[in-house]
Structure formats: C-alpha cells, structure tokens
C-alpha cells in the first residue's frame, strides 16, 4: 500500500498554489503551443527532444491528425508550459 498525503475532501490546498495566483493567472502552469507539425511523427521527435533536455511536453491534436490520414490536414500541436517556452525554442533550433 502507498503512503503519504491523504486525498479527498479534508485535503487543505497547498499555500503554493496560492501563490502562483495572480490576477487568476498560475504562473507557469499554462500550456501554450511552441509548433505545430504535419504528422505525428514529427511531433513525437520534437517532444522526445525536448524531454531529453529536461522540458516537458505534450502532443494535442494527434488523434484528429490521424483520423484525417496525417496529411497535414490537422497539424499536431507541441505544447509545453509558458516558463519554458524559450528553452524549448532555442533547443528546437538546434536540432
């Protein structure tokens, strides 16, 4: 059996997360896209990069691209967090 924090209704929310508010913004928990790609494939070699280095990123789209043969129809967007957008394009760069 797992140990740790309880989960559910008593939980308290961490003061953390308050102070990433403001304006009912969070800081750096925002996704925004860095590029968008034809196929799949292409997508899931610019995220592998990417977490290779350490940045997180998720692929949206994938299944509207495939539906849709992966012609480019319904390009697959990269996303990562708005504090790592920067990294993430520079390294995109040089690969």
Not at 23 to 43: D, K, N, P, Q, Y
Not at 46 to 66: C, H, K, P, Y
Not at 78 to 91: F, G, P, T
Request: proline letters at 2%.
């Amino acid at each position: 059996m797992r140990e740790g924090r309880p989960v559910g209704p008593g939980r308290c929310r961490s003061a953390v997360a308050a102070d990433r508010r403001d304006h009912g913004r969070r800081h750096g928990l925002s996704l925004v896209e860095l590029a968008r790609f034809g196929t799949r494939v292409e997508a899931d070699l610019a995220r592998l990069a990417l977490e290779a280095e350490g940045i997180g990123a998720v692929l949206m789209d994938t299944e509207a691209n495939s539906f849709f043969g992966g012609g480019g129809l319904i390009g697959v967007r990269l996303m990562v967090l708005d504090d790592d957008v920067d990294e993430a394009r520079r390294i995109l760069a040089e690969n």
